[in-house]
T-cell receptor, first 113, second 108 residues
Framework: SQTIHQWPATLVQPVGSPLSLECTVE??????LYWYRQAAGRGLQLLFY??????ISSEVPQNLSASRPQDRQFILSSKKLLLSDSGFYLC????????????FGPGTRLTVL | RKEVEQDPGPFNVPEGATVAFNCTYS??????FFWYRQDCRKEPKLLMS???SGNEDGRFTAQLNRASQYISLLIRDSKLSDSATYLC?????????FGTGTSLTVIP
């Protein structure tokens, strides 16, 4: 069966510090991978998605970036965090074909102080 | 216009009640549709997929009206454990569009 891992679960970082969040998927090949952010009391905002190694689509201009160095690894990064980067970061995967469902990792709760 | 619109609620219903949530979507090219539930401070989890005019899974019934671009979720015999936020999600190709969700609280 497929599983998706995210770490860390919780993170507190000062403004201006760098960020690296990692997501890995097991039990599947060639997944589509997604990063979402959910601000407190708000809906999910799609940040990036990837249909293959090195292929990243950015949905929202911001100080975040994403990379996919391996088929089942997706990394979200920032060089300098802003207060507005606080939120619940969710990684998700779906089979590499349109129209199938999406499965979420447990998320990383980021607080920028 | 938003991709997905849902009534945010909150819906507060007694145990055993029937409750219905509505959702409209703007992209007529949407191919498939899903309902997720999200518990407080947790990740969304798939509740139901809706591939044709609708389907039923136990106490949950989802209906799809492509002509009106409208999806609904009906929950019968509500349980305390049904308390959560329900997210409507149309899918177009590789992209999934999440509504802001409808909050449900089932009261003893």
């Amino acid at each position: 069966s497929q599983t998706i891992h995210q770490w860390p679960a919780t993170l507190v970082q000062p403004v201006g510090s760098p960020l690296s969040l990692e997501c890995t998927v097991e039990g599947t090949s060639n997944p589509n991978l997604y990063w979402y952010r959910q601000a407190a009391g708000r809906g999910l905002q799609l940040l990036f998605y990837s249909v293959g190694i090195g292929q990243i689509s950015s949905e929202v201009p911001q100080n975040l970036s994403a990379s996919r160095p391996q088929d089942r690894q997706f990394i979200l990064s920032s060089k300098k965090l802003l207060l507005s980067d606080s939120g619940f970061y969710l990684c998700a995967w779906s089979p590499g074909q349109g129209g199938d469902t999406q499965y979420f990792g447990p998320g990383t709760r980021l607080t920028v102080l | 216009r938003k991709e997905v619109e849902q009534d945010p609620g909150p819906f507060n219903v007694p145990e055993g009640a029937t409750v219905a949530f509505n959702c409209t979507y703007s992209n007529s090219a949407s191919q498939s549709f899903f309902w997720y539930r999200q518990d407080c401070r947790k990740e969304p989890k798939l509740l139901m997929s809706v591939y044709s005019s609708g389907n039923e899974d136990g106490r949950f019934t989802a209906q799809l009206n492509r002509a009106s671009q409208y999806i609904s979720l009906l929950i019968r015999d509500s349980k305390l454990s049904d308390s959560a936020t329900y997210l409507c999600v149309p899918n177009t190709g590789n992209q999934f569009y999440f509504g802001t969700g409808t909050s449900l609280t089932v009261i003893p």
